[in-house]
């Protein structure tokens, strides 16, 4: 999987929406058995990926942005994945465990 490119990120260009580029605030409830909850995301990954395959260019969903383009972080998001203050690298590695875990049974 490619790494993050910051240097895309260094104008207020990179944080605005396009056809390849979608912004969300915040994280997707993934910890949540919630059905609705998983379907959103998934819903969200099949329409990038169809964006990405028709333009032949990677898409991206970029998570603790609000929509006047103010990078507002996800700190909060990413208390439910918290345990007995583990550092931040697990917590990471548990949010995309759950993405993986929802992207190979779903899509």
């Known amino acids: 999987m490619p790494r993050f490119q910051e240097q895309l990120f260094t104008t207020f260009e990179g944080y605005l929406e ?6 969300k605030q915040d994280l997707y409830e993934l910890h949540s058995m919630d059905f609705r909850k998983t379907a959103e995301f998934v819903r969200d990954v099949i329409a990038m990926a169809n964006t990405s395959r028709r333009y032949g260019a990677p898409a991206q969903i970029l998570f603790g ?5 103010n990078v507002i972080g996800l700190h909060d998001c990413l208390m439910p994945y918290h345990y007995n203050s ?14 993986k875990d929802i992207c190979h049974g779903q899509v």
């Open 86 to 99: 583990q550092p931040l690298a697990t917590v990471w590695e548990a949010v995309i465990r759950r993405v």
């Open 18 to 23: 396009t056809p390849l580029r979608d912004r």
């Open 65 to 69: 942005i609000d929509n006047d383009t």
